[in-house]
């Protein structure tokens, strides 16, 4: 078995990884509202069929960006 050389996230100060995981977790959130959006615009346009879906994927990518601002503060520039 290799033993850790202390090297890595464990070696990070537990702030600094608690603001990393942050701003993953925000930049996660900001993607899925994106995807969202790509795929309102693909319903919107035709590519797939609508059923209502283009509203609801804007509804669902704005609710994303406004939880994920107000939870996750930028910190750094991770």
Known sequence: MKKHSGSGWQALPDDLQAALAQQAMRRAALILAEQAELFAAQFS???????????????????????TLDSFPTVGNA
Do not use: H, S, W
């Open 45 to 67: 346009g035709g590519v797939l069929q609508d059923r209502g879906a283009p509203d609801a994927l804007k509804l669902f990518a704005a609710l994303v960006r406004e939880t």
